[in-house]
């Protein structure tokens, strides 16, 4: 341990001392958050501290769903281009002020300014295909928003927590030269202290007026919380924070996938895992002169035994899963369940169908500690050289493989996708045309047909029937084997429950001290 590291550690132990009788915990993070500005100069790390103190009109359920956040009711038009935001009652910003439909669009009109640098303005604003065309508060309560036309991601895409949530702010935010000073928003957290590379601070809002529910729901639900404060500790080094844990110096903590079963035999932590939309995958260049074959493809399906594979890469702990549609969303049905069948013969039968004479097929692959590429890769070159194909590893650091999928310079890839909430967006990660666009995998232009219009209808049964329809062509034409789901090493002490993280973020408004 570094001499930085051990300095620091001491720290979180005197201050993780200080605090434990008190409602009030520390959550490990492994790098420092890059502002306080929602959507602005952003990482994962910023998205999970600032949404404890932020908001916007709706938020994410745990399925992927969009529910209303600030707003009590979403009404949309028959023609589905205008909708209408109906404010809850009671709600007050952190300065005491009551949040009115003024608030939206301060917020709104700030967000669209391009000195703001909003990350996600270019999807509302037309150069991403949807434009907010008018923004209207036709009283007090009342936010219209009418778009160039018909969109079923234009919730999602106010949802996003990359995107801040697109978070309803006071003008208090904003110093009085109009630069950016701190959040003054209306979420269960109120901001307290920056301490840049060591920690930031937030204490509660006992004015907060929670969403309806009995419990988290994703980024909405039951949003009251007992601690009095949280401090999120930057711990960069992973072997440090499983110590602080087991010292009791921190209380909240991502860890390693292979610290788990140690950090589950202590008397004070206990680890595990939680599920994310990310989506682990194999990806074939289909130009490729071998794997443009749609059978050899499919014999590499075929030669993968993927429940064994991804119990391997897991600890026993993923659940499989073929589909662009997260085993997580309302949209995994029993049509989502199919998935390829691990058949060696049929593999061998493929192969020589497909006229393949031992020509190497090459797999690129990284060594991050977070995704199972390596290990992923490995498994599946001795699977497919049990059948006869002569698969070979290539391990190359993440910045060049990043390099090699952007250009599409590659056979086979062992690959992670960051996750999407809404199948759409998930399938549009790896469709799309190839020559403007190298990195995707399936060019089909009946497929892009169907996620424009998964895309554009609202319609809950006519998008299951487009995602279905998706999977059962994504099965045949096999451009890409997403073999798993992502899951989330997590751990916490047990003075604390209710800490459960959401889609790899730290989320602790749900949390409480039981116990010292």
Known sequence: MTRFLAALLGTALAAGAATASAQSIT?????????????????????????????????????????????????????????????RQGVTFHNGAPLTSADVLWSWNRYMDPKTDWRCRSDFDGRNGLKVEKVEAPDDRTVTMTLDHASALFLDALAR??????????KDSLKPDGSWDKPVGTGPFRFGEWRRGESVTVSRFDGYQSPPGDKPDGMVGAKRTALASVKFLVVPDASTAKAALASGAVDVAQVLETDVPELNKTKTVEAGFYPSTTKHTFLFQTRDPLLGNVK?????????????????????????????????????????AKGYAYDPAKAKALLKEAGYKGEPIRIIANK????????????????????????QIEVLEWVTQLDRYNTGNYQMMSFSYSGRLDPALSYE???GPKDSQPRKVWDDPAV???????????????????????????????????????????????????????EGKARVWGARVVGN
């Open 429 to 431: 990660q790896f469709s």
């Open 161 to 170: 927590t990359d995107c801040g949530g697109t978070a309803i702010l006071h």
């Open 296 to 336: 050899l493809r499919q014999a590499i399906a075929a030669s993968l035994d993927i429940p064994q594979l991804v119990a391997a890469v897991s600890n026993g702990e993923g659940k499989p899963n073929n589909s662009g549609v997260p085993v997580t969303s309302a949209y995994y049905d029993a049509v989502q």
């Open 448 to 502: 892009q047909d169907l996620i424009t219009k998964a895309s554009t209808i609202s319609d809950e049964a006519q998008r299951q029937a487009v995602f279905d329809e998706l999977h059962k062509r994504q099965m045949e034409a096999t451009p890409l084997i997403i073999f798993s789901n992502g899951q989330e090493a997590w751990a916490h002490t047990k003075r604390v429950q209710g800490a459960d993280p959401w």
């Open 368 to 391: 991050r500690v977070h995704v199972p590429s390596f290990n992923a890769a490995v498994i599946a070159q001795a699977m497919m050289q049990a059948v006869g194909i002569n698969a």
């Open 27 to 87: 959550v490990a993070l492994n790098a420092d958050i890059r502002s306080t500005n929602p959507g602005v100069n952003r990482d994962d790390n910023t998205d999970a501290v600032v949404l404890h103190m932020v908001e916007g009109l709706v938020g994410y359920r745990a399925n992927g769903s969009v529910a209303p956040l600030l707003a009590e009711s979403v009404d949309r038009s028959d023609d589905g281009k205008t909708y209408s935001f109906r404010l």
